[in-house]
Antibody
Framework: EVQLVESGGGLVQPGGSLRLSCAASGFTFTSYAMNWVRQAPGKGLEWVSSISTGGGSTYYADSVKGRFTISRDNSKNTLYLQMNSLRAEDTAVYHC????????????WGQGTLVTVSS | EIVVTQSPGTLSLSPGERATLSCRASQSVSRSYLAWYQQKPGQTPRLLIYGASSRATGIPDRFSGSGSGTDFTLTINRLEPEDFAVYYCQQYGSSPRTFGQGTKVEIK
């Protein structure tokens, strides 16, 4: 059974940093691209970032480019999102999501971790 | 950036009716890399359709996707009570991989 479990969220002041983690199990992590998607309270879905199987290719939403960094440790089956220079508008539940083999859609999602940016 | 616009914002229908949801992209979506997701309150999104028209694993055949280029449609035949939810489309043919704002399908 595919499982994706996020951690690392919390309350942070504007300008601060957080690192989110996503522990993956139930599939061969090294074979699949991975993603982060966020959802602000009561709002729609926003794609944040994607990373290729080996980590050599990364992609970002314009709203986070230069502030967020996606990475993965295939030896630990873990996906990361380093978030710097956080803003109030980054407040959201952050989900990690797996892509199917050879496709960029999102077939499995974690329950998410809440990031609140507030003073 | 490809802007994805969904319509209508809300669709009020009765069980057994057909739902037709529209997703329009501001530029052509490469290789019809367009997905549809269903989200119910308090739940994570569920992949319904990928590649514009391929049903994901375990998705009932009353869900179907069509379209290419800039215009895509999700059709739900014979709405079941569990189908009332919010539906999102997402283009993933180019980065950034943008979502539409969602269509809520509610019980009339």
């Amino acid at each position: 059974e595919v499982q994706l479990v996020e951690s690392g969220g919390g309350l942070v002041q504007p300008g601060g940093s957080l690192r989110l983690s996503c522990a993956a199990s139930g599939f061969t992590f090294t074979s699949y691209a991975m993603n982060w998607v966020r959802q602000a309270p009561g709002k729609g879905l926003e794609w944040v970032s994607s990373i290729s199987t080996g980590g050599g290719s990364t992609y970002y939403a314009d709203s986070v480019k230069g502030r967020f960094t996606i990475s993965r440790d295939n030896s630990k089956n873990t996906l990361y999102l380093q978030m710097n220079s956080l803003r109030a508008e980054d407040t959201a539940v952050y989900h990690c999501a797996k892509s199917p083999y050879g496709d960029g859609s999102l077939d499995y999602w974690g329950q998410g971790t809440l990031v609140t940016v507030s003073s | 950036e490809i802007v994805v616009t969904q319509s209508p914002g809300t669709l009020s229908l009765s069980p057994g009716e057909r739902a037709t949801l529209s997703c329009r992209a501001s530029q052509s979506v490469s290789r019809s890399y367009l997905a549809w997701y269903q989200q119910k309150p308090g739940q994570t999104p569920r992949l319904l359709i990928y590649g514009a028209s391929s049903r994901a694993t375990g998705i009932p055949d009353r869900f179907s996707g069509s379209g290419s280029g800039t215009d895509f449609t999700l059709t739900i035949n014979r709405l079941e009570p569990e189908d009332f939810a919010v539906y999102y489309c997402q283009q993933y043919g180019s980065s950034p991989r943008t979502f539409g704002q969602g269509t809520k399908v509610e019980i009339k």
